[in-house]
C-alpha cells in the first residue's frame, strides 16, 4: 500500500477496478473495498475518486467519451444521498451502520439511484425486487 501511494505521489497514474480474481467474489461486489483500500493507503478521498473515474478512461484510451461530467460524454452514475468523500460506505448498495448520538447502530446511506445509459433506475426498488426474487427461490 505504500508503494502505491509513493507511485501516486511521484506522478504515476493509479486506477480501480473489480474482477472476481478469485473464489466467493462476484464482478462488481469489490469495488467499494477497494476505493476504501486506496484511501488506507494514503490517497486522500478526491484521489481515490479520481482512480476511479477519469484516471481509468485516461488509460483506456477513453479520456474524450468518459470518466468525467461533461456535456457530450457518456457517464453512468450513481446518486447517494451521502457524501462519498467523507465515508466511501455510503456508495455500498445497501449503505452501512453506523453509530448515532444514542449509540444505537442505524443504516445510512445506500445507493438511491442509479443511472445507467440515460436511464434512471430506482436502486432501493431493484434491491427489493432482488430479495423477493430470493426469498421465492428460497421458498421452492
Not at 490517497?43 to 488509460?59: C, D, H, K, S, Y
Request: charged share 25%.
Amino acid at each position: 500500500m505504500g508503494f502505491l501511494n509513493d507511485y501516486k505521489n511521484h506522478g504515476g497514474r493509479v486506477t480501480a477496478g473489480s474482477d472476481a480474481g478469485y473464489i466467493f467474489k462476484i464482478y462488481g461486489f469489490s469495488y467499494i473495498r477497494e476505493l476504501e483500500l486506496l484511501r488506507e493507503s494514503g490517497f486522500n478521498a478526491l484521489e481515490v475518486i479520481q482512480a476511479a473515474t477519469i484516471n481509468g478512461a485516461e488509460a483506456l484510451g477513453m479520456a474524450d467519451d468518459i470518466g468525467s461530467i461533461r456535456v457530450g460524454k457518456k457517464a453512468d452514475l450513481v446518486i447517494v444521498a451521502e457524501n462519498p468523500l467523507r465515508n466511501l460506505k455510503v456508495l455500498y448498495g445497501t449503505g452501512h451502520f453506523r453509530l448515532g448520538d444514542d449509540n444505537k447502530p442505524t443504516r445510512v446511506g445506500g445507493v438511491n439511484y442509479t443511472v445507467k445509459d440515460g436511464i434512471v433506475y430506482d436502486a432501493k426498488a431493484l434491491l427489493a425486487d432482488v430479495r423477493t426474487l430470493v426469498d421465492a427461490a428460497k421458498s421452492q
